[in-house]
């Protein structure tokens, strides 16, 4: 693994997930060549009615991991000519999403290993926006899943599908912190079987890509989430 040459994908501004990957990254000595980091982009994405995710105030731009680390970091739209001559003169064999909006074939084809996206929900049955809510409403399990990605949405090849634990008491906070956490968790197995070229192909000819919940069927979720711990939640483990 320490011939192998990593390319992160994330967003020029201080993100979460991308400040945990990163430096989940480094403490497993993956060494990351280099990051590629997109300006935000304005989504015309309607503001959930419901709060599902911890609005979290301390975290470190990625630019700041990067001089810390030494990882090379350039500032550029993900589907431009310039990150894929970037892939190119740096030898890329994998990337990693940390942050991205949907990349294109011609991103994807340079990486002779692929690129792993984490996904917050089971695929091929829970694909698209808000997987924990739709899995919720649509009573499907909640779990992750990591997969290297192709050119359709939520889709590729699968590396690892997991499922969280579900306790009576959870909120959608728990459930939505979990889900992140076990994305964290399985970042290093995610990289061994995609190296190993271990991974399942997917049919999704029958599942259904979900947009943004609506609002009238996300103020259904408190009640509907009672229904759902009732079947999926397993005693609190103390």
């Known amino acids: 693994m320490k011939n192998i040459k990593v390319a992160v994908f994330c967003y020029n501004f201080?993100?979460?997930?991308?400040q945990d990957i990163l430096l989940k990254l480094f403490l497993e000595e993956i060494k990351i060549n280099c990051i590629f980091a997109a300006e935000p982009l304005k989504l015309n994405i309607p503001i959930s009615t419901?709060?599902?995710?911890i609005k979290h105030?301390?975290?470190?731009?990625?630019?700041?991991?990067?001089?810390?680390?030494?990882i090379k970091y350039y500032v550029l739209p993900h589907n431009s000519i310039g990150v894929e001559e970037l892939i190119k003169n740096n030898n890329i064999d994998l990337g990693i999403i940390a942050g991205a909006r949907l990349l294109k074939?011609?991103?994807?084809?340079?990486?002779?290993?692929?690129?792993?996206?984490?996904?917050?929900?089971?695929?091929?049955?829970?694909?698209?926006?808000?997987?924990?809510?739709?899995?919720?409403?649509k009573k499907i399990p909640l779990g992750v899943t990591a997969h290297l990605i192709d050119e359709r949405i939520d889709a590729g090849r699968i590396l690892i599908k997991?499922?969280?634990?579900?306790?009576?008491?959870?909120?959608?906070?728990?459930?939505?912190?979990?889900?992140?956490?076990k994305q964290l968790d399985i970042l290093f197995p995610a990289i061994e079987k995609a190296l190993n070229e271990r991974w399942t192909c997917i049919d999704i000819a029958k599942s259904s890509y979900n947009k943004k919940m609506p609002e009238n069927i996300e103020k259904q979720l408190p009640h509907i989430l009672d229904e759902y711990l009732k079947i999926f939640a397993v005693e609190k483990i103390s």
């Open 162 to 181: 997991e499922k969280i634990p579900i306790y009576k008491n959870d909120t959608l906070l728990d459930l939505s912190e979990r889900l992140y956490e």
């Open 105 to 137: 074939p011609c991103i994807i084809s340079k990486f002779s290993k692929g690129i792993i996206n984490f996904h917050p929900g089971l695929i091929p049955e829970s694909r698209g926006l808000d997987a924990m809510l739709w899995s919720i409403y």
């Open 57 to 70: 105030f301390a975290v470190v731009h990625p630019k700041q991991i990067a001089n810390r680390l030494g």
């Open 50 to 53: 419901i709060h599902t995710k």
């Open 14 to 18: 201080p993100h979460k997930k991308t």
